[in-house]
């Protein structure tokens, strides 16, 4: 499946629970949400994906996990806070570098309008596993 379709998906189902449910409640609610709506529509995603972190050849176990990892392809971070801040960006970006997927999404239920509270993220690092252009 196409990311594009994927990430639609994601976002279509987050609008659909904000509007049920609304702002104000904790992010692993929403996640739990999004968790069903997404296998319901026949997703494969894991929840709280263990990211290891990599230094000098070593594999560090920090304990930093991804709220949602849709299809192997797209991270989604969820958020339920006042305002999006640039450590929630940076924390996307850092998570797609480190597992080398190339787009998430960070998602802020705690907004008046859900629109208002999505962002699409690119890793500028991607290196699809299957470079045919050698």
Known sequence: MEVDTITSIIIEKSINIHKALGPGL?????????AF?????GLHLEKEKPVPLIYKGVELNCGYRIDLHVENKVVVEIKSVEGLAP????????????????????INFNEELLKDGIMRLYNKHYKPKNNFNK
């Open 37 to 41: 709506e997404l296998l319901k529509s």
């Open 26 to 34: 904790l992010e692993s609610a929403y996640k739990e949400c999004l």
């Open 87 to 106: 450590i929630h960006v940076a924390q996307v970006l850092t998570y797609l570098k480190l597992i080398n997927n190339k787009i998430g999404l960070l």
